[in-house]
């Protein structure tokens, strides 16, 4: 009793591990009551692995669903898992502490520390008032794009249930979640820029994050942002752009996908496929159609992601920024990585290329671990390696492997998913004992010879 009482405090003086903990918890949660027969349509239970499959899918913004969302789950099973998605996207932290607003309760020393660390905040100070601009910010967005896709959705499917799916895709499209209930994603809207706009706009601004938008908003110049904010708009445009470009030229002919299109469905379609991928899990066109050279960039446009402090997975824009940056500088033989006037720190360079490495190393283990587990289904390693890194990432697309996992490979993804929400590092830092012998000297130095 005394050694779980201690492991308990340990944890407490964890914020990672409370951070990694709160996600499981809320996953576990999310799964038995999804398990419940009355979540699913045809009143039976979906089994426990796939409720806990779907709910880790919901809490970590991913997408990927083994089972169809829309005809499978009753309007309960529905809430639920938005519920999840609305919470995964602010984190737990943040919706403990809107908890606490409602309730006039004060928030606690430990619970800023937390927030503090879920939201990759530096200072202590304005943490509060800092959760309380996300909440308004997140709630205003999420409402704006409801009433725009309501203008469409309540056309087709009626008042009641066209608001009802204005708010569902509003909340999952800022949230950078992925799941529909229209059945087959945005498909059936490829060319309707009402709908395609709408769930790109909120896409870019929930995967940006706040501290960005912000920034811009109170710098109003290009000039005055700080670095973070600099490196996050000029890897995003880059990517959207090259993104939009290649997947035209790509796909303008291929009548599988935006062959039958106009000129401008097709370049509709290419902006939506330029966007989705990165990191929110929807599309406009029937992803196992794409060629192989689409789906190689999709796949990388996956393992980016988005940026920091936002609703979006990967391993971020900025650590792909910093590296590029930082070898650039290396190949031009300088000592000091500089980037718009300002010295990227040894310390971030490290950082973000031990991101890559365990990201990379977790990607392709989880992906020949698949390939073995999964070879009955009959699908080749590029569908299995494309499924793991929406995973990784919490993407959610998938090209049809999802259904066919068996339990081995949905559980396997399921701790992807999770890990690829709360961080790699985060995850690391959580599990990885610290070392308290640490004493006051340094070991002289050892030359490596690289390259």
Not at 84 to 110: C, D, E, N, P, Y
Not at 124 to 131: A, E, I, K, M, N
Not at 345 to 356: C, F, H, K, N, Q
Not at 383 to 403: C, N, Q
Request: proline residues 2%.
């Amino acid at each position: 009793m005394k050694y779980i009482v201690t492991k308990i405090n340990q944890i407490k003086k964890n914020p990672y591990m409370v951070f990694f903990i709160s996600f499981a918890s809320i996953i576990f949660l999310g799964a038995l009551l999804l398990v419940l027969p009355s979540a699913s349509q045809n009143g039976k239970s979906v089994g426990f692995v796939n409720a806990l499959f779907t709910s880790a899918s919901a809490t970590c913004v991913t997408g990927l669903t083994v089972v169809n969302t829309a005809s499978h789950w009753t309007v309960f099973g529905k809430i639920i898992i938005i519920t999840l998605i609305q919470i995964g996207g602010l984190g737990v932290m943040t919706m403990t502490a809107m908890i606490s607003f409602f309730i006039g309760k004060r928030i606690s020393l430990k619970t800023r520390i937390l927030i503090m660390e879920e939201r990759n905040v530096n200072e202590l100070q304005g943490v509060v008032r800092l959760t309380k601009n996300i909440l308004l910010f997140t709630f205003a967005s999420e409402l704006i794009g409801s009433l725009l896709l309501s203008t469409v959705f309540i056309k087709d499917y009626g008042v009641l249930k066209g608001i009802g799916f204005s708010i569902f895709h509003a909340i999952s499209s800022f949230c950078n979640a992925g799941f529909d209930i229209t059945g087959n994603s945005m498909v059936g809207y490829a060319d309707n820029f009402i709908i395609t706009l709408s769930v790109c706009t909120l896409v870019v601004v929930g995967g940006m994050g706040y501290f960005v938008l912000w920034d811009i908003h109170a710098s109003k110049n290009f000039h005055h942002l700080t670095l973070h904010s600099k490196l996050v708009l000029v890897t995003t445009s880059v990517l959207v752009v090259f993104g939009v470009v290649v997947i035209f030229i790509l796909e303008r002919n291929n009548p599988g996908t935006m062959g039958s299109l106009d000129i401008s469905g097709k370049i509709n379609t290419s902006l939506f496929q330029a966007i989705n991928p990165r990191t929110s899990g929807y599309n406009s066109v029937p992803l196992e159609n794409l060629r192989m050279a689409t789906v190689a960039i999709i796949i990388v446009f996956m393992f980016i992601g988005g940026s920091p402090a936002s609703t979006a997975g990967g391993i971020k824009t900025t650590t792909m920024a910093v590296l590029i940056v930082s070898f650039y500088n290396l190949f031009r033989g300088k000592r000091d990585f500089e980037v718009f006037e300002r010295r990227i720190m040894p310390e971030t360079t490290i950082r973000a290329a031990a991101v890559l490495m365990v990201s990379l190393m977790l990607v392709i283990i989880c992906s020949i671990v698949l390939s073995i587990t999964e070879e009955s289904a009959g699908f080749n390693y590029t569908d299995i390696l494309f499924e793991t890194v929406s995973a990784f990432a919490t993407v959610g697309l998938s090209r049809g492997l999802t259904p066919y996992l068996s339990d081995v490979g949905k559980i396997m993804l399921t701790i992807v998913m999770l890990i690829g929400r709360v961080g790699p590092m985060t995850v690391a830092y959580a599990f990885l004992k610290q070392n308290r012998n640490i004493g006051n000297y340094t070991y002289p130095e050892g030359k490596v010879i690289i390259g």
